[in-house]
């Protein structure tokens, strides 16, 4: 097995996907007993800046991110925001990492929620530090160290982004959290954070004021869930501040009004969150 660029094997497909997207096929989880393809984003100055190692950002639902033509409701444009930044010298490695469909809540959620399950979030993140990072990092030109490896994602992603900063302080250096669903376990991951000590790094949250408004098609309780994911959100920020975390330079907290709870909307807000975490490397 080896890495191929993502445009040969998606051969004779309609894609979105720009730069150099490299792609491992049916990567094996000894610890989650499945298998998901893992897609690598290369930095435009990687092949000719050959002594240089670069940060890398592991982000959860990988489908969304570099490919209109995969992702559920649109993509992040990861690829092209990448591209763009490089030019102001903003550059990284992303590994982007499937869901893996139905399985998705349970291994984004690090509890057991007593409505919905879930609860594999401990052995998604051995997963990404044991099978995927190894791969990675013998693979790739990437920095190793903590203070250059992230997480990011959104909703579910966001969650299990910040749970993997605070309960394994040695891994990650940085997260981006967009959206991140609070709400889930009853809030439960608000007072794990609480009892513990600030961790060096940076941290960036966001969420839309519209999120638990539309669309009108949604299921009351969810709809109320996001409405109540965004109080909690204003909570978790306070809380980082009070621990010590400085606004706009170990943390950033961005409210978008009547942004919803899609791709989209974490699109939009990609770039400054990109900046903030990567910048002054």
């Known amino acids: 097995m080896s890495w191929q660029q993502y445009n040969v094997v998606h051969r004779g497909e309609v894609h979105t996907v720009v730069?150099?997207?490299?792609?491992?096929?049916?990567l094996e989880s000894p610890q989650l007993?499945?298998?998901?393809?893992?897609?690598?984003?290369l930095?435009?100055?990687?092949?000719?800046?050959?002594?240089?190692?670069?940060?890398?950002?592991?982000?959860?639902?990988?489908?969304?991110?570099?490919?209109?033509?995969?992702?559920f409701a649109g993509e992040w444009r990861v690829d092209e925001t990448l591209e763009a930044l490089a030019k102001e010298?903003?550059?990284?490695?992303?590994?982007?990492?499937?869901?893996?469909?139905?399985a998705r809540r349970d291994e984004y959620s690090p509890y057991r929620d007593a409505r919905i399950g879930g609860g594999k979030g401990d052995t998604y993140l051995r997963f990404l530090l044991n099978t995927v990072k190894p791969l990675v990092d013998r693979s790739?030109?990437?920095d190793p160290s903590?203070?250059?490896?992230?997480?990011?994602?959104?909703?579910?992603?966001?969650?299990?982004?910040?749970?993997?900063?605070f309960a394994i302080p040695e891994a990650f250096g940085f997260i981006g959290a967009m959206s991140p669903a609070l709400w889930f376990a009853r809030g439960r991951i608000m007072g794990?954070?609480?009892?513990?000590?600030?961790?060096?790094?940076?941290?960036?949250?966001?969420?839309?004021?519209?999120?638990?408004?539309?669309?009108?098609?949604?299921?009351?309780?969810?709809?109320?869930?996001?409405?109540?994911?965004?109080?909690?959100?204003?909570?978790?920020?306070?809380l980082l501040v009070a621990k010590g975390y400085r606004p706009g330079r170990d943390i950033r907290y961005v409210v978008e009004e009547g942004a919803p709870h899609h791709?989209?909307?974490?699109?939009?807000?990609?770039?400054?969150?990109?900046?903030?975490?990567?910048g002054d490397r």
Do not use: C
């Open 89 to 102: 010298g903003v550059e990284a490695i992303v590994v982007g990492l499937p869901n893996a469909g139905e």
């Open 43 to 71: 930095p435009p100055s990687y092949w000719t800046r050959q002594a240089r190692r670069y940060p890398v950002i592991y982000m959860h639902d990988g489908q969304n991110l570099f490919d209109a033509g995969t992702s």
């Open 19 to 26: 730069g150099d997207l490299q792609v491992w096929e049916g």
């Open 140 to 142: 790739f030109r990437s």
């Open 263 to 278: 791709e989209s909307a974490w699109a939009a807000r990609l770039p400054g969150a990109l900046r903030f975490l990567l």
């Open 192 to 238: 794990a954070i609480a009892r513990r000590p600030p961790i060096l790094g940076r941290i960036y949250m966001d969420m839309g004021t519209g999120e638990g408004a539309e669309p009108a098609k949604m299921e009351p309780w969810r709809r109320a869930l996001l409405a109540r994911s965004t109080t909690l959100d204003g909570e978790l920020y306070e």
């Open 146 to 165: 903590r203070a250059a490896t992230g997480l990011m994602g959104s909703s579910m992603g966001g969650l299990i982004s910040l749970y993997g900063f």
């Open 33 to 41: 007993g499945n298998s998901r393809d893992i897609l690598v984003y």
